[in-house]
């Protein structure tokens, strides 16, 4: 039985001896983990900026209008970028593939349109009570990926939107206002982790 090796165990072998080109000729690739290895080449993790929401229902749709946005801008080599839609189970997968995911939503809070807020939630019972329509999918992809043993760790960014939002695919001119703090701490978030 193969045992997979982190880089760390493997360098803790025989420190005073051993250096890393070393332990990839006497361990075998496949025996290291993947995020070992990026750690070996010097690469960063990657971070997956997800943009939730209904374009078609204006405000709603703020997390993917800030997500296309920004992803033609400059970002470091590790940042990546997803128009989620709606949320749901497809995007399961994703939650797989990143250990770090920014996740930027409307919601329904009471506050003004294009109050920016982030948190941490480590739960699905953690999401803000009142996300917008989309809520129960994304919820059910929290549940169903901490379930599955690898739900990734979630940055939030909530955009508070008005209750009625009209059939319109542009953004009320409040909440279009609030992409450039969204920008901002996004860009932070990923100084940070």
């Known amino acids: 039985m193969e045992v997979a090796l982190t880089f760390e165990t493997a360098f803790q072998i025989n420190s005073k001896y051993i250096n890393q080109s070393q ?47 920004m992803e033609v801008k400059s970002w470091p080599g590790h940042i990546r970028f997803l128009d989620g839609g709606t949320g749901g189970f497809h995007l399961l997968s994703i939650f797989q593939q990143y250990k770090k995911i920014i996740l930027i939503d409307a919601t329904l809070d009471g506050n003004p349109p294009g109050k920016v807020n982030m948190l ?19 919820r059910d992809l929290v549940n169903s990926s901490a379930l599955l043993g ?44």
Do not use: C
């Open 23 to 69: 332990i990839l000729q006497v361990f075998p690739l496949h025996l290291l983990q993947i995020n070992s290895l990026k750690k070996l080449s010097g690469m960063k993790e990657e971070i997956l900026v997800l943009g939730i929401g209904n374009i078609l229902l204006g405000d709603e749709g703020i997390g993917v209008h800030a997500v296309r946005m």
């Open 120 to 138: 941490k939630p480590k739960y699905a019972k953690d999401f803000p009570q009142t996300l917008s329509a989309h809520d129960i999918g994304l």
């Open 150 to 193: 690898f739900l990734p760790e979630i940055f939030l960014i909530t955009v508070s939107i008005s209750e009625n939002q009209p059939l319109s695919m542009e953004l009320s001119e409040e909440v279009g206002q609030a992409v450039a703090e969204i920008e901002l701490l996004v860009s932070e978030l990923i100084g940070k982790i």
